[in-house]
C-alpha cells in the first residue's frame, strides 16, 4: 500500500537558516505529491503540490521537486522566518483502493529569532 | 477551494459524557473526512462519511464509539460518546475535492476530557 516517510523531528533553525525536510513515498503510479503545513491552533492547509515527475512546486518561498527516481518529495526553504514555525505534512492524495489518503507524520520546525 | 467551520472550537469534558463536533463546509462535497490528530503526532483516520450511506470506519474506530451522520452534502457531525481521557485530542474535518487532488481541513476541535 501507500505510505510516506518524513524525516524525525523536531527541526530547530534560526531565523534565515536553510530549510530541509526529507520525504520519501511508496505509491503504485505517478501519484501528485502534497506539503500540508499547520500553524499553531489552526488546521492543516496545503503549502505546495506537484502533480507529474520532474514537477515543482512552490509557494510562499517554500519549494519542492517531485523525483520519481528517488520517489521523494523534499521541502526546501532558502532563508526561514520565525513565522515558518509550524508542523509540516508530506502526503499523498486520496487513493481509491485504499480509500483514503495518505500522511507523513509530520515535522515540527521551530525557528528561532 | 472549499472553506470549512466546526464547532467547538475547543471544549473540556467530563469522563462518561459525550460530545458531538459540526463540520460546515461552503459547497457541495461528496466526500467528508474525520481525523484524530493527538499532540505531537500525525492524523489518523476515524471515519469517511459520503451523504446518502454509512460511515466507513477505519480500524480501531467503531460507530458506538465515534457515531457520524451526514444529512447532506455540506454538513456531518461527529459525536464521541462515553468519553475518557484518552479521547483528548484534536478533531478535524477534512473534504476532498472531485478530482481527490487535494484536501481541505477545518480549524480543528480542541477536546479535553478529564
Known amino acids: 500500500g501507500n505510505s510516506v516517510t518524513q524525516m524525525e523531528g523536531p527541526v530547530t533553525l534560526s531565523e534565515e537558516a536553510f530549510l530541509t525536510i526529507n520525504c520519501t513515498y511508496t505509491?503504485?503510479?505517478?501519484?501528485?505529491l502534497f506539503w500540508y503545513v499547520q500553524y499553531p491552533g489552526e488546521g492543516l492547509q496545503l503549502l505546495l503540490k506537484?502533480?507529474?515527475?520532474?514537477d515543482k512546486g512552490s509557494n510562499k518561498g517554500f519549494e519542492a521537486t517531485y523525483r520519481k527516481e528517488t520517489t521523494s518529495f523534499h521541502l526546501e526553504k532558502g532563508s526561514v522566518q520565525v513565522s515558518d514555525s509550524a508542523v509540516y505534512f508530506c502526503a499523498l492524495p486520496y487513493n481509491t483502493n485504499a480509500g483514503k489518503s495518505t500522511f507523513g507524520d509530520g515535522t515540527t520546525l521551530t525557528v528561532k529569532p | 477551494s472549499a472553506v470549512i467551520s466546526q464547532k467547538p472550537s475547543r471544549d473540556i469534558c467530563q469522563r462518561g459524557t459525550s460530545l458531538t463536533i459540526q463540520c460546515q463546509v461552503d459547497?457541495?462535497?461528496?466526500?467528508m473526512f474525520w481525523y484524530r490528530q493527538q499532540p505531537g503526532q500525525s492524523l489518523t483516520l476515524i471515519a469517511t462519511a459520503n451523504q446518502g450511506s454509512e460511515a466507513t470506519y477505519e480500524s480501531g474506530f467503531v460507530i458506538d464509539k465515534f457515531p457520524i451522520s451526514r444529512p447532506n452534502l455540506t454538513f456531518s457531525t461527529l459525536t464521541v460518546s462515553n468519553m475518557s481521557p484518552e479521547d483528548s485530542s484534536i478533531y478535524l474535518c477534512?473534504?476532498?475535492?472531485?478530482?481527490?487532488?487535494?484536501?481541505?481541513f477545518g480549524p480543528g476541535t480542541r477536546l479535553t476530557v478529564l
Open positions: 505509491a503504485t503510479g505517478y501519484p501528485s
Open positions: 477534512s473534504v476532498a475535492d472531485l478530482s481527490y487532488n487535494e484536501q481541505f
Open positions: 506537484a502533480t507529474k515527475a520532474d
Open positions: 459547497s457541495q462535497v461528496t466526500m
